[in-house]
T-cell receptor, first 111, second 111 residues
Framework: RKEVEQDPGPFNVPEGATVAFNCTYS??????FFWYRQDCRKEPKLLMS???SGNEDGRFTAQLNRASQYISLLIRDSKLSDSATYLC????????????FGKGTKLSVKP | DAGVTQSPTHLIKTRGQHVTLRCSPI?????VSWYQQVLGQGPQFIFQ?????ERGRGNFPDRFSARQFPNYSSELNVNALLLGDSALYLC???WGGGLAFFGQGTRLTVV
């Protein structure tokens, strides 16, 4: 079983739609969780951290379920500019840790 | 406000050659990590350096090596290049925890 699993998509949605991405991770010792956004042929950019209490940043909501080892990202009122690949990322370990990435979920928002 | 800088941005090498990639972290960040991203996959961890010491190594052959300098900049070296080494090489800068920021990457093509 891969350490971080995501549905690769693509998710093709119209502008204004609500879309949800899911991610599961295998290591229960994982400490921190993130969603990164990656545009074609660019570097990953931090979208948001993910907390058990859930966190929201504008149209984006992230949620962590430690018991189920499951992370989600909800995007409301999709914009054309949201088209990108969304990477689920898990971190465990302190100064010696590294990030474990999922393969990414591709989102395409159409007019 | 200088982010993570990597050089060069693009590179073409022939099989068997050696390559050196460079990274300057965000000022104040003591941790530098290297990742390899091949097309269609999430980034894969190669090395982490913290305070100039290697703190982690991913599942990569000994042809890959790295170091971190007193100013926290870092080099990634790859010897005896193979076609399969063609990828986007990403450098990530952090204070030492999970929150990391990426440079624009070096796109390496081996022919």
């Amino acid at each position: 079983r891969k350490e971080v699993e995501q549905d690769p998509g693509p998710f093709n949605v119209p502008e204004g739609a609500t879309v949800a991405f899911n991610c599961t991770y295998s290591n229960s010792a994982s400490q921190s969780f993130f969603w990164y956004r990656q545009d074609c042929r660019k570097e990953p950019k931090l979208l948001m951290s993910v907390y058990s209490s859930g966190n929201e940043d504008g149209r984006f909501t992230a949620q962590l379920n430690r018991a189920s080892q499951y992370i989600s990202l909800l995007i409301r009122d999709s914009k054309l500019s949201d088209s990108a690949t969304y990477l689920c990322v898990v971190f465990y370990g302190g100064s010696q840790g590294n990030l474990i990435f999922g393969k990414g979920t591709k989102l395409s928002v159409k007019p | 406000d200088a982010g993570v800088t990597q050089s060069p941005t693009h590179l073409i090498k022939t099989r068997g050659q050696h390559v050196t990639l460079r990274c300057s972290p965000i000022s104040g960040h003591k941790s530098v990590s290297w990742y390899q991203q091949v097309l269609g996959q999430g980034p894969q961890f190669i090395f982490q350096y913290y305070e100039k010491e290697e703190r982690g190594r991913g599942n990569f052959p000994d042809r890959f090596s790295a170091r971190q300098f007193p100013n926290y900049s870092s080099e990634l070296n790859v010897n005896a290049l193979l076609l399969g080494d063609s990828a986007l090489y990403l450098c990530a800068s952090s204070w030492g925890g999970g929150l990391a920021f990426f440079g624009q990457g070096t796109r390496l093509t081996v022919v």
